[in-house]
Nanobody
Framework: QVQLVESGGGMVQPGGSLRLSCTVS????????IGWFRQAPGKEREGVSC??????????YYTNSVKGRFILSRDSAKNTFYLQMDALKPEDTAVYYC?????????????????WGQGAQVTVSS
């Protein structure tokens, strides 16, 4: 059984930084697209960043609003991937979900069998 377990998140002032982690069990993360989505109150879920599988060139995508501020990385030895979020803004406030098995791109597209982490609240407020 494949599971994604998130850690990180919290509350930070504007301009601050946070890092989210997502540990994958039950499969090797390099074989599938992985990434992060977020959902703010009253808004639709949106793709934040993703990495294609290594067999598909491992291309990384970012939604325009986070380019230059967020970095998605993975540690294959730990089967864990990360979202480093810098220069956070109040509009980044949302529940962030890690995911695997979706169409990675700009924008990303969720599939019926997409696997999700449990979600992590990120709040940016002064």
């Amino acid at each position: 059984q494949v599971q994604l377990v998130e850690s990180g998140g919290g509350m930070v002032q504007p301009g601050g930084s946070l890092r989210l982690s997502c540990t994958v069990s039950g499969r090797f993360l390099d074989y599938y697209p992985i990434g992060w989505f977020r959902q703010a109150p009253g808004k639709e879920r949106e793709g934040v960043s993703c990495i294609e599988s290594k067999s598909n060139d491992g291309t990384t995508y970012y939604t325009n609003s986070v380019k230059g501020r967020f970095i998605l990385s993975r540690d294959s030895a730990k089967n864990t991937f990360y979202l480093q979020m810098d220069a956070l803004k109040p509009e980044d406030t949302a529940v962030y979900y890690c995911a695997s098995e979706f169409v990675c791109g700009s924008p990303s597209r969720v599939l019926p069998y997409t696997i999700w982490g449990q979600g992590a609240q990120v709040t940016v407020s002064s």
